[in-house]
Structure formats: structure tokens, C-alpha cells
């Protein structure tokens, strides 16, 4: 095993590392990722120290891990030096990458604006270079969105095909563990190292673009995944147009929603009613939502669910992949509240809900920016997408342009297929 500490200096200039992350650690001598950094989400565990999840009463009231997440632990065996523990959204509930207690990781490739949650300092450690590669976790979208909002590659893995052992659950049948990179040819030796069970690769005839997901995008991450997927139409098949949810997005996001919110109930509901934690504003709310979904409610989500991964495992056949986007705008400025920030989440879910209710793989590739002016409201924040900087409101200055991503869902066990995809465009 690698050595227990190391002299890298610990590089947090964008506030990405929480206060109590275990040590650096050196790696292999001589593996594949000799020379590479690694971070951790705070999700995985590392013997001797406590795994806090985002919440300072979870660090409190619980004892350091007996065991580290087996992804750690090949990382470090593949000579990969681990610089840190990374900040997280409270429980992972959220996308924001807003923690009201440890802070919001800096967005080194969209000044002023959220990193994307829940593995937002992951994604923020990647793109800021801190490191080379970063682990996080994705329920609901929390590799997706911060890899679109980074301007970084990071892939959800189909379900079970990365080990989630010795790491806190959010919503089991949900959860996969992921990660990160700048770097997309480091994509296909970390799918080497880190997936396990089997794997169903073939090449891709069929690519379909789901224009009922492009629709809810705004015009300008629009415009920048067409011209992506322009420039790539060299090395894939045309395009196919498809509707992706017959029945409209709302139903599965919907489904999505009560899924998940039962199963985090599930985990944490006795630990939050005997602690009475000091959860953070919209973790608190989503809670206690989740404290009342009950079982008939539950067990008719998971009747549409069902329906659900039979429709999207009907299209995403062996050889086809689906072209969406990640996200549907661009990374909403720091702070957003209220009304803003439920309708905001509620059109994140709408597009990451297909992956998260099958199970099937889902990658991000860099796509582009896009322009947006900031315009304020007194209760919120709303960015309102523009034609280009031009077309911006008298007194208001035209914002950083911030990164689009790219969503390709595969069929299941086509992860190293995506992988090698991301490799091969970049």
C-alpha cells in the first residue's frame, strides 16, 4: 500500500476541501496514474477519519471509518497521490453546490456562479486544477450537472458497476459512484481501474438527439450543443430525431422525486429525528418533504419507474446512444433562492431524471459556452439567456460566457463504450 502521508501541499484557493479531510496521500511508485492527483467527495470513506456527508452534525455524532471505499484504494494502488476531501452538497440534496455551512466551492470557469451539486467540490477541483481526477457520486444528476457547469468531463456509470462500498448512501437504488476529469483520455484508463461487473461493448450505429430534451433547454444552450454536435458528426453516425418521454418529462421527474426522497428517508429519517440537526435552508425543506411520502405513494412511483426503464431500455438498445442536454442553462448565479431556485431544480430534474430512473450510463462532454445577462429580482436571482452579449439590457454588463454540456445516455454496459467516445472526440 501506498505510504500513509505525503508532503503535497494541500491547494485550496477555490475553497473545494472541507476543514477536517484526511492528510495527502502518496501513490505507487510505478502504476498508471503515477504523477496524477486525486480528490474524494466527502461521501467515501477513509479509515481513521469521519465521512461527514456535508453536515457538521453528522461529522459530530459519528466515529471515524473502519475501512476506505475500494475506489480510493485503486486509485492510490495505480499511483495517483490523494490531495483531499472534497465539499458536498448536505446529504446530496441538491444541485446547487451551495453548503450553508462549510461554503460554496468556487467556479473557476463561470465567475460568481454555482459549481453544480452535489459533488460540487469535486467538479470545482477538476476544473480549477487542483487535481487531475476527482470521485463523486450521482443520484440525480450530481456528476452530470457540475461536470456541464465546470466546463469538465464526468460520467454516471450504469448502476452497479462501480463499487459503493464503505461510502454513505443517499438513495440506494439511485446511487452511483463517478468522477471527474479535464482530461478526457484518462477516461478509459479510470473506466479500466474502477468499473467492475460486465461490460457491453459495441460499436455506435444509431445516435438519436432528443428534441423533446433539447426543448426544455434555453436558446443559447441550444445553439451551443447543435454546433458541437456539428462538429462531431464526423465521427458519428446522423443524428436520428426522437421524442425521448412520450408522456412529458414531468411525470418521470415526478417519479424521480418521490423515489428518491423515500429511500433518503430511509437512511437518515431516525438519525434527523433523534438529532434534530441544523440542516441548511432547502435541505431542510426536502426533508421533511421526504418524511411524508408513504408507502402506497412510494409503491406507485416505482409502478411508473418501472415503466419508465422499459421505455428508455426499448430505445437505448445495444448500439444506439441518445444525445440531450445535461443541463438546461447555464450555472445560475451564487445565491439563488425561493421560487428561483425550485423552479430551477425542477428543470435540472426534468433532464437528468431518464438516467437516474433506468439505470443506463450517462456522460457529459464539454459542449461550448454560452452568454447570459444577470438579472436580479428582490427575492432572487434569475439569469435570463440572451442572443450574445449585444442583446444585453441597457446598465447590465454581458457575464463570463459559462460552460454547456453535453449529455450522451448509453445502454447498459456501455460504459467503456462512452469512455472511449469521450477520449475519441476531445
Known sequence: MPGPSSPLPLDDRVGVFVPHSPPPQVGA?????????????DL???????????????????????????LVTRLLLAGADFVGKTICDEFFYSVSGENAHYGTPTNVRAPGRVP????????????????????????????RVPAAFCGIYGIRPTHGRVALEHAMPMAPTFDTAGWFVRDAKLMPTL???????QARVQPITRVLIALDAFALADPEVRTALHTRLRALSAQLPALEPIQLAPLGFDIWRECLRLCQGYEVWQAYGAWVRDTQPALGPGIRERMQMASTIDEPTVLAARSARQRALEHLESICVPGTVVCLPTAPCIAPLRGLNGEALAVFRSRVMALTCSASLSGLPQINIPAGEAHACPIEYPDSHVDTPTAGVDACPVGLAPVHACPVGLGILGWRGSDEVLLDLAAAVS
Not at 473506466?191 to 461487473?197: A, I, K
Open 191 to 197: 473506466g479500466g481501474l474502477l468499473l467492475q461487473g
Open 44 to 70: 467515501f470513506d477513509m479509515t481513521g477519519f469521519v465521512t461527514g456527508g456535508g453536515s457538521p452534525d453528522w461529522l459530530r455524532t459519528h466515529s471515524p471509518a473502519t475501512h476506505t471505499s475500494p
Open 116 to 143: 453544480g451539486g452535489s459533488s460540487s467540490g469535486s467538479a470545482a477541483a477538476v476544473a480549477a486544477a487542483l487535481c487531475d481526477i476527482a470521485l463523486g457520486s450521482d443520484t440525480g444528476g450530481s456528476i
Open 29 to 41: 511508485a510505478n502504476g498508471a496514474l503515477t504523477g496524477r492527483r486525486f480528490a474524494v467527495k
